[in-house]
């Protein structure tokens, strides 16, 4: 089959400007995919080498402070590999260059050899000298933020005396992936905490915990499940004061971490199908069509002898030809995008290893899905061109039966000239093909719009948290808890306008079998500072009694208004209360739980205890109260709004904007690939009568008018259809992406919708002029003399 | 006269053979186009006979295109029988037309239908790519005399050109039979002239049983035998005692 395959090749060449363009749609879909889930798979893979590595622990438990035998008969505990006791401190520290006073953790490492577990990877510098206690090695996120290096100084008060630092290394962890400080922030304020690690010798004189420990992890038997041990080692650290033991599930840069691959995941899944599902909606059209022009050819083959097998076979393969061409580009695309992608993550969660892994079952199901749907285009059409006899197939397709469409019958075309009365009849006498045409452009006005959304939904919420929710400019976090008077001390501090008290108590809250561990925050009901909102932004007031939940905790508890949950409290004499709980507030962020602060100071049997403040502060004088507030021993942390915000959208824009770059240049490819292919494919059905047209007078311009016109229309009619896809699309990835931590909401910005439709116009208008300089290129007796 | 020339198929004279190729028995074809129905053949009988030159006559929609396109195995009638040799065409599957089409049938079409990406000599390889016992392709070019175009895409090509390929192309299988459907519809009068000059070269040389179907009554004066038709049915067959030469031919 020579020959044939010469046409093949032939054809290939000659169609290979909308070839190309159906490559080019193929390979965006093929390369989001690819990118998306290599990146996800290679995350993965270094988070669990990275853990493994560096003897991440599988237990955590913190006590008031316990001798170390007892560290020595937790080993004994069936299933636990290995343990490793520490002392953990958090100190006020003094910042080079940072007005406000920062909190740093201060985390032993044993003096004579590495950690058992949650080892630390050493950056730069040096490990510390065994027992000084003047020397610290700084986790790198911390020293990044405040340009600290090995070398370098810093103030802390150790046991209410301020004492100088010096910093030999910088390190990572994977116990501080994220640096939370555990004080209800929900991102990390990488300039205001900190984590340091410092000799266990020196550390035990510094806070009297010689042969002691405060804080322990464990390291289990692979396959063991840590709930026996875990009610064994609570059972043996009650009474040490230990709030009970977590695992990796509640451990927060652990959990925080999987719940950004798990949206990672959703995101690497949803889009990519969605991406992938419109590229082959969006070949199959355009293959159909290409196919569906060659049924003179297609009989003539027949007449000579040739079977349906292989005219199949011969078309299969011009469609074979744009897929794997597509394909082997965007598997090439996709993998350097992957790997590019996968330094920039292992960079921003400072995972000092580097796995890319692309596995041959990712590329395959891209080919497969892409090649299977262009493919499955090509083979429809070659069915219906090779099922009618040769002989009518020769003949140009019937022209279709004439009727008055819609339009016409309501008598609309009186008020329209010649052009448009063709253009309108031209759309109403194939529907069917008219709307394909519409859906395939409306998908990529979808997909332009799902590129974006989730930076959409982001800014939302960024906005919604911190112009509605939070609106103080400090929290201040006691050591301990305080009389509520400690909230009128702060207002004669310097620049303080406002201060608001707030409760945080630690709790387990349980309901049936469900548990979670929270902060219950007890907040005055009147609250300005800090505000109860709804995800549509509406503003609750806190009732006298009872909790309020998030419709997140809710959820995972099980509970519904009415219900009551057990609360067992983790510090003071650690009692378990019932809870009434009186309403749900549906927040994006978290899963919180609120009170009244004066029905939590019942709950827990005190009076007017508050944990904290939020300020209201004058900017001017702000220098001054951080100042201040670093030399004040009873302030544990402080959080400045302006600082969070920051953090914020950093944390999110870093690692949004390069896969929402990637994927607007993807969507905007798709959508000109599919824009071009409709318009040159409907020049190509229908330049014989265009030619005739020109043939009886009619202009150039006139004639373009007609055949623009109709893709015109077609796109006028597409771009609300894409919006509404578009925002089921971004609905679907919404419920895909939310976790226990936030909910993404399905909120799309105008300028989105703007910008789609703009991009769209444009890759019409684009087409438009291309297409229109075939037009004028028409030789009109070639196109007239061959056929009646 | 009708009823004389089916009766003595031993008198078909020309090229000699004297066994029926074709049988064709009540044939009817009746297309649906939209909300019209168009009887195109009704009732049609007649028989080919080996080696022969048949001319088909009648004006445009008298069924002549219809009738040949059933005999080529391209479409299949809604009522009666058509045989080829001892195999009933009507009741054959599509597998076993396709096979038909490929080892005993050469069309040649009015407006040629030369596949546009394809050079001439690899129009004809197409056929000869898939043909039992094919002459070379590059003889089947030289028969029509195109020895020196056969690197020629079809848009390259004359009318006249390509419409030799499109012989070329029917015959490099040697063909049972080669039907030709308005072969000089499309070309001058000198041009036509030399293309039925190879047609008939064709038949002579290779014995090749060949019908042509014209509206052309000119034409019918190289024929063995003419069989005209006129809305669907044969009104007249005929033999021609002597035939003219196609370059005798004139209109």
């Known amino acids: 089959m020579k020959a044939l395959h010469r046409k093949l090749f032939r054809d290939v060449v000659h169609m290979r400007g909308q070839l190309f363009a159906v490559a080019l749609v193929v390979m965006c879909g093929v390369a989001t995919f690819v990118t998306m889930v290599s990146v996800y798979q290679s995350l993965l893979a270094t988070r669990a080498a990275y853990y493994q590595r560096y003897r991440f622990s599988d237990l955590f438990a913190s006590v008031k402070r316990a001798p170390e035998s007892v560290a020595r008969e937790v080993e004994t505990i069936p299933g636990v590999a290995s343990v490793q006791s520490r002392i953990v401190m958090d100190v006020t520290l003094d910042v080079p260059g940072l007005g406000e006073p920062a909190t740093g953790r201060l985390i032993s490492l044993p003096d004579d050899r590495e950690p058992l577990l949650n080892d630390i990877y050493l950056r730069r510098g040096a490990r510390f000298d065994p027992g000084r206690s003047d020397q610290v090695i700084v986790s790198e996120a911390f020293a990044l933020a405040n340009r600290l290096s090995p070398g370098d100084s810093l103030g802390a008060i150790l046991n209410g005396h301020l004492r100088r630092l010096r910093i030999v290394g910088v390190a990572l962890s994977p116990e501080y992936v994220y640096e939370f400080s555990g004080r209800g922030s929900l991102f990390p304020d990488n300039r205001r905490f900190g984590i340091m690690w410092m000799s266990r010798d020196a550390m035990s004189a510094m806070f009297d915990m010689k042969g002691a420990f405060n804080d322990i992890c464990l390291g289990l038997v692979p396959g063991v499940s840590g709930r026996g041990v875990m009610d064994r080692l609570n059972h043996m650290l009650d009474r040490y004061g230990s709030p009970g033991a977590y695992d990796r599930n509640d451990q927060m840069s652990a959990r925080f971490l999987a719940d950004e691959l798990s949206q990672l995941r959703s995101s690497a899944v949803t889009v990519p199908v969605i991406f992938l599902g419109v590229a082959a909606f969006l070949l199959n059209i355009v293959l159909a069509r290409l196919v569906g022009m060659q049924r003179d050819q297609i009989a003539v083959l027949k007449a000579f002898g040739y079977g349906d097998r292989a005219v199949g076979l011969h078309y299969f393969e011009f469609a074979l030809f744009a897929v794997l061409v597509g394909a082997a580009l965007g598997t090439g695309l996709g993998m350097w995008l992957g790997l590019g992608l996968t330094k920039i993550y292992t960079n921003y969660y400072r995972f000092p290893i580097l796995t890319y892994v692309a596995g041959p079952d990712v590329i395959a199901w891209a080919i497969i899905i892409a090649g299977g749907a262009a493919l499955l285009g090509a083979l429809s059409a070659v069915r219906r061109a090779v099922k009618l006899p040769p002989a009518e197939a020769m003949r140009p397709a019937l022209p279709q039966r004439f009727t008055a469409g819609p339009v016409e019958r309501l008598g609309l075309t009186r008020f329209m000239g010649a052009n448009t009365r063709m253009v309108v009849r031209s759309l109403e006498r194939n529907p069917l093909k008219a709307f394909l045409s519409i859906l395939g452009i409306a998908l990529s006005v979808a997909i332009l719009i799902t590129g974006s959304f989730s930076y959409d939904a982001i800014t939302y919420m960024n906005d919604l948290q911190f112009q509605t929710i939070e609106r103080e400019d400090v929290t201040v976090v006691f050591n301990s808890g305080l009389s509520a008077s400690a909230a009128y001390d702060l207002l004669n501090l310097p620049g303080v306008i406002r201060a608001e008290p707030f409760r945080s108590v630690p709790v387990k809250m349980r309901a049936m079998n469900h548990m979670r561990q929270l902060a219950l925050q007890g907040l005055p009901s009147r609250s300005d500072l800090r505000r109860i909102v709804d995800s549509d932004r509406r503003r609750r007031m806190l009732p006298s009694e009872g909790v309020v939940l998030t419709t997140n905790l809710a959820q995972l508890l099980g509970v519904r208004v009415g219900d009551s949950v057990a609360v067992e409290v983790l510090e003071g004499d650690r009692s378990t209360r019932r809870l009434i709980v009186t309403g749900t507030v549906d927040e994006l962020l978290g899963t919180s739980a609120y009170m009244e602060i004066t029905a939590l100071n019942r709950l827990m049997r005190e009076q007017g205890t508050i944990s904290g403040a939020y300020l209201a502060v004058d900017g001017k004088q702000a220098p001054e109260l951080y100042e201040k507030l670093k030399r004040t021993p009873a302030v544990a942390g402080v959080a400045v709004r302006r600082a969070s915000l920051e953090s914020f959208e950093k944390t999110i824009a870093e690692s949004q904007n390069i896969t929402r770059f990637a994927i607007v240049i993807f969507a905007g490819v798709i959508a000109f690939g599919v824009v071009y292919n409709s318009a040159r494919i409907s020049l190509s059905e229908r330049g014989r009568e265009m030619a005739s047209l020109r043939v009886l007078g009619f202009s150039k311009g006139e004639v373009a008018l007609m055949l623009l016109g109709e893709q015109a229309i077609l796109t006028v009619l597409a771009i609300p259809l894409g919006f509404g896809l578009g925002y089921l699309f971004s609905a679907s990835i919404s419920a895909a992406a939310s976790s226990d931590l936030y909910r993404i909401p399905a909120v799309i910005a105008a300028a989105t919708y703007a910008r789609a439709a703009i991009m769209v116009v444009v890759a019409s208008l684009f087409s438009a002029l291309l297409v229109r300089r075939r037009l004028y290129r028409l030789d009109l007796v070639d196109v007239l003399k061959t056929r009646e | ?251």
């Open chain 2, 1 to 251: 006269m009708d009823d004389h020339a089916r009766a003595n198929p031993a008198n078909t004279g020309a090229g000699g053979g004297d066994a029926v190729v074709f049988r064709v028995r009540n044939v009817s074809k009746i297309y649906t186009m939209g909300e019209v129905e168009v009887r195109a053949l009704n009732d049609v009988s007649l028989e080919l006979y080996n080696g022969e030159l048949l001319v088909l006559l009648g004006a445009s929609g008298s069924g002549k295109s219809t009738l040949l396109n059933i005999l080529g195995g391209l479409d299949l009638p809604t009522s009666g029988h058509v045989t080829f040799r001892d195999q009933d065409l009507t009741a054959a599957t599509e597998q076993q037309l396709t096979r038909y089409r490929r080892d005993a049938v050469g069309f040649v079409f009015q407006f040629y239908n030369l596949i546009p990406s394809l050079t001439a000599l690899e129009n004809v390889q197409l056929v000869t790519d898939v043909a039992v016992k094919p002459m070379p392709a590059s003889e089947a070019l030289a028969m029509v005399g195109l020895t020196e175009r056969v690197g020629h895409f079809p848009a390259q090509l004359s009318g006249g050109e390509q419409q030799r390929v499109a012989i070329a192309r029917a015959i490099a299988k040697r063909p049972d039979v080669l039907l030709c459907d308005e072969p000089t519809g499309a070309l001058d009068f000198t041009t036509g002239k030399m293309v039925l000059d190879v047609i008939d070269r064709v038949n002579r040389e290779l014995g090749t049983t060949t019908a042509i179907i014209t509206h052309n009554a000119a034409i019918a004066a190289m024929a063995d035998r003419v069989i005209r038709m006129s809305s669907g049915q044969v009104v007249e067959t005929r033999r021609n005692e002597v035939k003219s030469a196609p370059e005798d031919l004139s209109w």
